[in-house]
């Protein structure tokens, strides 16, 4: 094994024992921890533009060294001690050859890696200003729980954008329908009942492996597929969020089986343009035509509606909570008047 395949492997197992390392405190000045790089470097371990007591923590204890709650010389002196025993213990035999330059990685600029933030500031409703910027991100770190120091390098920005990403997966997808992926709506659901549709032109939707259960309710006697539609039983007052994203087609109030009051959105998703993906059940719409929506980012309402009459999916709703009726229909195809759609 050459020397730069041992370093590759060292830092693999470095980074691996990373995860539950916390950033300590520090009493040493930034000249003082840049006396630590030769450190990061035989071991084959990157640390951005320049050292910071997140990154020399992280090395503490993949060295085995416990720093206490402060940095300080004491804990620098034994640190730098254990990465030359460390690097001579894995050092190669002389063979005349040349060792190839381990190389940092350069600190990231604000930019297209920055953006890739502005979902998780959107998911968790926080602001950022024009762009996002180094303080937004060390706010959102601090926020999220992630050590960073007091500089974001480019392992920083990894390790916060997959800690961010998974604080916002608060609307999953659940289902795929010819091309359209489908969100949660809401992000405290109980069940999602598949049902017929009252339209010939919605098309079946295809279930993924969800955290959230789901079940296919007995037939209606219509005439579209057994999963055309998805009544999703949602939290009183949870907010409703699109979807998918596309733009609004129309949205609004109707009445509902000519005796009830009910709001709804139609959306035009980007992923399959002409079809029309429906809500209906939502309470206090907040969108309208020619708006765009983000999926699993965009309230297009303030609720689910409570129904004043028992629905088929509460034969398996142990909440009591309402639902949301959900559709993604195909326009090419005719709207067929189904026997008992209870329309006006």
């Given at each position: 094994m050459n020397a730069r395949m041992i370093a590759a492997a060292a830092a693999v197992m470095l980074v691996a024992g990373a995860a539950s390392v916390v950033s300590a405190t520090t009493s040493l000045t930034l000249a003082e921890l840049a006396t630590a790089e030769p450190a990061f470097e035989a071991v084959g371990l990157g640390y951005g533009s320049r050292v910071d007591e997140a990154d020399l923590t992280r090395l503490a204890g993949l060295l085995g060294h416990d720093?206490?709650?402060?940095?300080?010389?004491?804990d620098l002196d034994h640190i730098v001690?254990?990465?030359a025993r460390r690097a001579a213990a894995t050092a190669p035999p002389s063979t005349g050859t040349t060792t190839p330059t381990i190389t940092t990685p350069a600190a990231?600029?604000?930019g297209a890696a920055y953006a890739a933030f502005e979902p998780v500031f959107a998911g968790l409703s926080v602001g950022y200003g024009n762009v996002v910027d180094d303080a937004d991100l060390l706010a959102l770190a601090r926020r999220l729980g992630v050590a960073v120091g007091n500089v974001i390098d480019a392992a920083?920005?990894?390790r916060l954008l997959a800690a961010g990403t998974r604080a916002t997966d608060r609307f999953p997808v659940f289902a795929t329908v010819g091309g359209v992926t489908l969100r949660q709506p809401a992000e405290h659901v109980e069940l999602i009942g598949y049902h017929q549709s009252n339209h010939e032109g919605a098309r079946d939707m295809t279930a993924l492996a969800s955290r959230t259960p789901s079940t296919?309710?007995?037939s209606r006697g219509r005439l579209s597929g057994r999963r055309s539609a998805a009544d999703i039983v949602a939290a009183r007052g949870a907010e409703i969020r699109s979807p998918v994203?596309?733009?609004v087609k129309r949205a609004g109030t109707y009445t509902l089986y000519c005796r009830y009051s009910d709001d709804y959105a139609v959306i035009e998703?980007?992923?399959?343009?002409g079809w029309e993906v429906k809500l209906l059940h939502i309470d206090g719409v907040r969108v309208r035509a020619g708006d765009r929506v983000v999926a699993g980012q965009t309230v297009l309402a303030g609720g689910p509606t409570p129904l004043p009459f028992t629905s088929q999916v509460d034969d398996h709703n142990g909440t009591g909570w309402p639902h949301v009726h959900l559709e993604v229909v195909d326009l090419s195809i005719p709207d067929v008047k189904n026997p008992g759609s209870g329309g006006c």
């Open positions: 720093v206490g709650q402060v940095l300080d010389a004491g001690a254990l990465a990231p600029t604000p920083d920005v990894d296919v309710l007995p994203t596309g733009t998703p980007d992923e399959h343009r």
